[in-house]
C-alpha cells in the first residue's frame, strides 16, 4: 500500500467514489483510471453515449448518495490471475494488470464496488464530502493520441466546506479575471489566426511589456553586457549544443541554399558563441552577458493558451562564466536581484526548490557537490526556506527554481537559476586561469520573467487588471465636469506629460458620470475630476480606480506623488 498524506488518500477516494457512482448509474461504461491531481481528481472513462454537463449534476448526487451508505474502503493483494478474472470484460484493466511486475495487485473494496489500485485512501467513504464536478473532457488512453478515445470527468475536492468554498470563489475570480478577457477589454494583446499562439500586442501592451524589460535593465545596472543574437542559424549549432537531438520535435526549420537552419528555440548557444570569439583570463571573471530573446518552440495547437502557453515569446536570459569558486557570490547576487523584481510587481511570496543531480549527468562528483552545496549556502546566506528536490537537475548541473505566489494563491513557475557544466564542454570554452593553464568556466542560466509574456499574463491576473502604477498603460486620465474646465484641464496635462507620466485628456462631451465609469472600466488608476471649485482653487481631486477620493489636492504635489509612484 502506498501512503500519502490525508488530502491525497481523500481524493483518491473521491476518484473511486465518481466511478462507483458512475458504474451504479451507467452499468455498461468501461472505468479506465482516475488518479488525484494538485485540487482533486479525475476519472477516465469510456461510455456507451457519451457524457454530457448535465449529467454532472447527477453522478455528483449519486456520489453524495453513495458516501452516506458509510462504506469502509479495504484492500487486498490478489493474485494477477484472479484480478485478470475480475476485469474479463474491461481491456484498460487487463492491460494493468499485465504491466505490472509484481505477482499480485491490489484491488480496493467499497460495498459492491472494487477497483484495481495501489492504496492511499480514507478509511471509509463517508469522509469524502467535500467536493464538487467539474468538467468533462475528452481524453486517450495512456495520453497517445492514436489510441482510445475516452472522456475524462474532473472534480475539486478538499477537507473542509471552507476550503472547497475558497477554491471554488478562486476558480470565479479566475473566470472574471481571465488575461486572455482583460487584454481584450484593455486593448493590450490579441491573437490571430494567421499566427496560432503568438500574440500581437497593442500600443498599450507593448508599452507594459517594454516597461518590463526596462526595469530588469536598471536592476542589472552596467554589471551585464546586453547582446542581441540571430534568430536563425544554422543547424550544426544545435548539433553542438544538443538541442538538436533532444529537443527536434519542438524546433522550426527553414532552407536557405540547400542548407538547414532552426529558428532558435533557446537563447544560449548564441550566447556561448559570443564568449568563444576570443580567449579570456580569469580577471574577466564574471562575465555576465544579458539578452531579451525571442526565441520559438512549437507546441500542439490544443495545449496553446493566451499569455500562459504561446510559441514565440521573449526570455529574459543571462548567460554569467565563472569559476566553480565563484558560483555561490553571484548565486548572492541573484537572490538580491529576484527579490527586487518580484517585490515591484506585488509578488512577496516566492517559493524556492533546490534540484540536485540526476542519474543520468555530466560532469564530475566534485563539481557536482560544489554547485549543489554554493546553491544552498546562497539561499541560506539569504535566510530563505527552500526544499530540495533531489534527483530534479538537469543533465547538465543543478539549479535553484523559483515559484511565485499570486493573489489567488496558485503558485507561478517562473525563475530559474542553473548551474551548466555540459554547454563549456561542448563548445569547448576555456579561460585562462592565473598560473596560466586552460581551463573550462562555469556556466549560469538565469531567467527571472522566464518568459516576458507569461509573466505579463500572470501578472494581469495577479492584480485584476489592475496594474501597478509605475507599468500601467495609461497611469492618469483627466475628466472635467464641464467644457467650463477645459482650458485648466489642459494645464494638467501638461503638467503631468513634462515629467514623463502617461497621461490623457477625456474631452468627450459625456457626463462626468459616464467619464468614470469608463475609466474604470478601463482600469486607470487615478482619476484627475475637475469642477469649478478645482478651477478656482487651482487645485485637482484625485479618484482612485477603488473610489476613494482625495479632494483639494494642489497641482505640483499630484505631479510630485505621480513622479514618485512611477520611479523604480
Request: net charge negative.
Amino acid at each position: 500500500m502506498e501512503k500519502h498524506d490525508h488530502l491525497h488518500n481523500l481524493r483518491h477516494s473521491a476518484a473511486h467514489l465518481i466511478a462507483h457512482a458512475v458504474m451504479e448509474l451507467y452499468p455498461d461504461t468501461l472505468l479506465t483510471i482516475g488518479p488525484v491531481t494538485e485540487t482533486g481528481f479525475f476519472y477516465d472513462f469510456l461510455p456507451t453515449k457519451n457524457f454530457k454537463e448535465e449529467d454532472l449534476p447527477l453522478i455528483e448526487a449519486r456520489m453524495h448518495e453513495i458516501a452516506k451508505r458509510g462504506y469502509f474502503i479495504t484492500g487486498r493483494q490478489v493474485p494477477k490471475d484472479e484480478a485478470r478474472e475480475l476485469y474479463v470484460h474491461n481491456k484498460f484493466k487487463r492491460e494493468l494488470i499485465d504491466q505490472i511486475p509484481d505477482e499480485t495487485v491490489g484491488i480496493y473494496t467499497q460495498g459492491d464496488f472494487f477497483d484495481l489500485c495501489r492504496g492511499g485512501h480514507v478509511d471509509e467513504v463517508g469522509a469524502v464530502r467535500y467536493f464538487k464536478l467539474m468538467s468533462i473532457s475528452g481524453s486517450y488512453w495512456r495520453a497517445d493520441r492514436s489510441g482510445q478515445a475516452l472522456q475524462r470527468i474532473a472534480g475539486v475536492c478538499f477537507a473542509t466546506q471552507k476550503d472547497l468554498d475558497a477554491h471554488l470563489k478562486m476558480l470565479e475570480d479566475v473566470q472574471a479575471y481571465d488575461h486572455r478577457r482583460l487584454g481584450k477589454q484593455l486593448d493590450l494583446f490579441s491573437f490571430h489566426e494567421v499566427a496560432p499562439g503568438i500574440p500581437f500586442f497593442h500600443h498599450k501592451g507593448l508599452l507594459v511589456y517594454n516597461k518590463m524589460i526596462d526595469f530588469l535593465r536598471h536592476l542589472r545596472g552596467n554589471t551585464y553586457q546586453e547582446i542581441k543574437t540571430p534568430l536563425i542559424m544554422h543547424e550544426s549549432l544545435w548539433h553542438t549544443s544538443g538541442h538538436y537531438d533532444n529537443y527536434r520535435e519542438n524546433m522550426y526549420f527553414t532552407s536557405v541554399e540547400e542548407a538547414t537552419f532552426c529558428v532558435k528555440p533557446m537563447n544560449c548557444p548564441g550566447s556561448i558563441l559570443h564568449y568563444a570569439e576570443k580567449p579570456h583570463s580569469y580577471r574577466e571573471l564574471p562575465m555576465r552577458l544579458a539578452e531579451f530573446g525571442n526565441v520559438h518552440r512549437f507546441e500542439l495547437s490544443g495545449t496553446l493558451h493566451g499569455l500562459f502557453r504561446v510559441r514565440a515569446f521573449t526570455q529574459d536570459d543571462a548567460h554569467i562564466y565563472c569559476t566553480i569558486n565563484q558560483i555561490e557570490q553571484e548565486i548572492l547576487r541573484l537572490m538580491d536581484l529576484v527579490g527586487k523584481l518580484y517585490g515591484k510587481f506585488g509578488f512577496t511570496e516566492v517559493r524556492r526548490f533546490v534540484s540536485t543531480r540526476p542519474e543520468k549527468s555530466m560532469g564530475s562528483d566534485e563539481a557536482w557537490e560544489t554547485a549543489i552545496s554554493a546553491l544552498k549556502n546562497a539561499l541560506d546566506n539569504k535566510g530563505f526556506s527552500y526544499e530540495v528536490d533531489e534527483g530534479g537537475g538537469a543533465f547538465y548541473g543543478p539549479k535553484i527554481d523559483m515559484k511565485i505566489v499570486d493573489a489567488m494563491g496558485r503558485e507561478w513557475q517562473c525563475g530559474t537559476i542553473q548551474v551548466d557544466f555540459t554547454q563549456p564542454e561542448n563548445f569547448k570554452l576555456e579561460y585562462v586561469d592565473s598560473d596560466q593553464s586552460r581551463k573550462r568556466p562555469v556556466m549560469i542560466h538565469v531567467a527571472l520573467y522566464g518568459s516576458i509574456e507569461r509573466f505579463f499574463g500572470i501578472l494581469l491576473e495577479h492584480t485584476k487588471g489592475i496594474l501597478p502604477f509605475w507599468i500601467t498603460p495609461i497611469q492618469v486620465r483627466v475628466l472635467t465636469i464641464t467644457d467650463a474646465q477645459k482650458e485648466y484641464a489642459h494645464t494638467v496635462v501638461e503638467a503631468l506629460r513634462v515629467v514623463g507620466i502617461r497621461v490623457e485628456f477625456d474631452e468627450s462631451g459625456d457626463q462626468i458620470s459616464a467619464k468614470i465609469r469608463r475609466a474604470q472600466v478601463e482600469k486607470i488608476p487615478w482619476m484627475l475630476v475637475i469642477g469649478q471649485k478645482e478651477v478656482d482653487q487651482q487645485t485637482v481631486t484625485l479618484r482612485h480606480s477603488d473610489g476613494k477620493q482625495e479632494f483639494g489636492l494642489v497641482l505640483a504635489d499630484i505631479v510630485a506623488r505621480a513622479q514618485e509612484a512611477s520611479a523604480y
